[in-house]
């Protein structure tokens, strides 16, 4: 069944989806499938491996932010219930009671996106800029996805460790659970080119596709982050696992099911902190997968995280596509397809 998974990978390159990505699925701590395919480039002769870095995109908020947030919830330094204006300065009336968790589950009322080298004049600047900004709608009134709460929040984890953004990221996330090819700004050999079409349709290695984090110099809280598979999947089967990496406890298993749940119920979406759960009338994981699944794709370049809670069922992709409409579309479509394909694998694996 395992064949069918590599079919649809194989057809999503010819028909241009990406030249290459990396694929792996498990249960809990155990990987069942892992396999690489194509190239860095299209034009490239360097076959894409397990260590191969790539642009986690959107990812950054599920392997970045959102744990980050959880250590400091652990170690007492937050709650979600927190307003941000208990950690930020100058916060207008409109904003001072948005809470950390309408951060984390995209409830905030700010906008999804905007340009942040036009309302800012340097990357400093940018926490001003998006305390000036209009919301679109109150707190908690709905769920819109939004970027650029995302990026608030990885200023106020700034504030909160009380050091970069990137050093809070490598002493609380990432060196614990030994994921040394992650990481911003990365440098060196075996990055899979970022192609930012409209700056001559170039590819450039290590530097992120979202033209916010590049204004950020590359580290913020909604992306900008590079993995590579076996990080990638070493996240994921911690997710699955409860919090367990190993035999060592990364996060605790009330922490993990507190991220990993409705935190949205009676909205017009399902979102936990970071990750969209799936459900019957919004099948965001595909028509297989049980309710109460939960992942996230990055829409540009279709790299995702799965995880089925019930049987520590995972799926971790990574792939460079190019950001368009069309892309988007296919992404989408290729996300329930082919974890719809994964989840039937899995199932007939274990029969």
Known sequence: MWNAVDKLLSNAMENGCFPGCAIAAGQREHVLYQKTFGQLTPSS????????????????????????????????????????????????????????????????????????????????????????????????????????????????????????????????????????????????????????????????????LDGNARFLHGIAGHAGLFTTLNDLTRFVSMLASDGLCGEKVFLAQRSVHLAATDRTRGMNAAWSYSLRITKRSQPYLGHLWPSDGYGLQDPASGSLVAVNPQDGFFVALLCNGHESPASREENDRLRKVLLNTAYAAFQHQNA
């Not at 809470?99 to 990357?123: C, D, I």
């Not at 908690?140 to 990137?166: N, R, T, W």
Request: with cysteine.
């Open 45 to 208: 002769n360097k076959n894409v491996a397990p260590d191969t870095r790539y642009d986690a995109g959107s990812l950054t908020q599920v392997l970045a932010t959102m744990p980050l947030s959880l250590k400091a919830m652990e170690h007492g330094l937050i709650s979600p219930d927190d307003p941000i204006s208990r950690f930020l300065d100058g916060v207008p009336s409109d904003k001072r009671n948005i809470t950390l968790e309408q951060l984390l589950t995209h409830t905030s009322g700010m906008s999804a996106s905007f340009s942040l080298e036009h309302e800012a004049h340097r990357a400093k600047d940018a926490l001003k800029a998006l305390l000036a900004h209009p919301l679109e709608n109150q707190p908690g009134a709905k769920v819109k996805q939004s970027a650029m709460g995302y990026i608030m929040l990885g200023c106020l984890m700034e504030k909160v460790f009380d050091m970069p953004l990137d050093d809070a990221v490598k002493q609380y996330v990432t060196a614990p659970l030994a994921m040394t090819g992650t990481g911003y700004l990365p440098s060196g050999e075996n990055i899979a080119p970022t192609q930012i079409t409209h700056e001559n349709a170039q590819a450039f290695a290590g530097l992120p």
